[in-house]
Nanobody, 126 residues
Framework: QLRLVESGGGLVQPGGPLRLSCAASGFSSDTYVIGWFRQVPGKEREAISCISSTDGSTYYADSVKGRFAISADNSKDTVYLQMNSLKPEDTAVYYC???????????????????WGKGTQVTVSS
């Protein structure tokens, strides 16, 4: 059973950086897409960024392009989301999720993810 555990959330000032980590365990396949999603109370969960295990291709939502960067350390089975130039509207619960697919284009389809972490709160406020 695949398990995803997020960490690194917290309170950060506008314009500041924060790095989220997602530790994965129990993968039974070398082919998967893994990434980050976020949700604000009362709104639908949205895809932020994903990375493919097969070729390292990535997806970014328009709202975070140029500010966020996803990366993977396969030796640690960990995926990171480096968030820079944070804005108050980035405040949300951030979730790590994975799908047993090679297609990073699956990322925007939130319901297409097979496994989810429990989330970590990110609050951007002065």
């Amino acid at each position: 059973q695949l398990r995803l555990v997020e960490s690194g959330g917290g309170l950060v000032q506008p314009g500041g950086p924060l790095r989220l980590s997602c530790a994965a365990s129990g993968f039974s396949s070398d082919t998967y897409v893994i990434g980050w999603f976020r949700q604000v109370p009362g709104k639908e969960r949205e895809a932020i960024s994903c990375i493919s295990s097969t070729d390292g291709s990535t997806y970014y939502a328009d709202s975070v392009k140029g500010r966020f960067a996803i990366s993977a350390d396969n030796s640690k089975d960990t995926v990171y989301l480096q968030m820079n130039s944070l804005k108050p509207e980035d405040t949300a619960v951030y979730y790590c999720a994975a799908a047993l697919s090679a297609a990073v284009t699956l990322c925007p389809i939130v319901n297409g993810m097979d496994y989810w972490g429990k989330g970590t709160q990110v609050t951007v406020s002065s």
